[in-house]
């Protein structure tokens, strides 16, 4: 899968990292990868308006996000290092990780906003609602199958994706397959979900 080779991309250069920042709490590094996304979000919605264009702010808010998706990639990593994983931190980070969808998502409102392009805005709420969907149909999937492993465009694709489209400022682009690929992802799993509740078999199991 993509997901698993941006994962061995990253690999060694994030022991590094790992071994860094291995003196603070995972649940800090959560925390600063969202508070990251935020300053990611306000370079988004700035690098825009009426009258005037900034790419260089929506490259400046694309490196941004990548440093938060790092922090991101470090709390577990961390977490294992140390031998702090627990229950709690695997939901802080899960939990985490939505608003940090979502507060992206609204700095590209915002720039659309103010560039009075509502089409932009439409195509926008709908990457927004696919990225959320492809992560809620996951996790109620698994609490009716054992596993729901299926999807094109999980969410490293999706982050990678709108780095590359802030970087190379073509963001509209990366809008449109996101919006496609993200709600085709959320059927795709939900079709899953059905043929393993059929297979599994149980009363009342499928309607």
């Not at 990548?66 to 627990?86: K, N, Q, T």
């Not at 990225?131 to 969410?155: D, I, N």
Request: net charge positive; glycine share 8%.
């Amino acid at each position: 899968m993509v997901t698993e080779k941006i994962g061995e991309a990253f690999t060694r250069p994030l022991d590094g990292l790992v071994r860094a920042f291995a003196h603070l709490s995972p649940n800090v590094l959560t925390i600063i990868g969202l508070a990251l996304n935020g300053v990611a979000c306000a370079l988004f919605a700035l690098s825009g308006g009426k009258d005037y264009a900034r790419p260089d702010l929506l490259r400046l808010g694309g490196l941004v996000a990548l440093v938060a998706a790092i922090f991101d990639m470090l709390d577990g990593r961390v977490a294992r290092l140390r031998g702090r994983e627990s229950t709690f931190g695997a939901y802080l980070d899960s939990t985490m990780d939505r608003y940090s969808d979502m507060v992206l998502y609204m700095g590209l409102l915002v720039l659309y906003a103010r560039v009075d392009r509502t089409p932009l805005m439409v195509l926008c709420w709908v990457a927004a609602f696919g990225s959320f969907m492809t992560s809620y149909a996951r996790a109620r999937a698994e609490s009716l199958v054992p596993r729901c492993p299926v999807g094109m465009l999980e969410r490293p694709e999706r982050i990678v994706l709108i780095v590359a489209g802030a970087l190379t400022n073509h963001m509209i682009a990366v809008l449109w397959v996101i919006a496609v690929l993200a709600n085709l992802t959320a059927v795709q799993r939900v079709v899953f979900t059905l043929r393993e509740l059929r297979r599994i078999g149980g009363q009342g199991a499928v309607r």
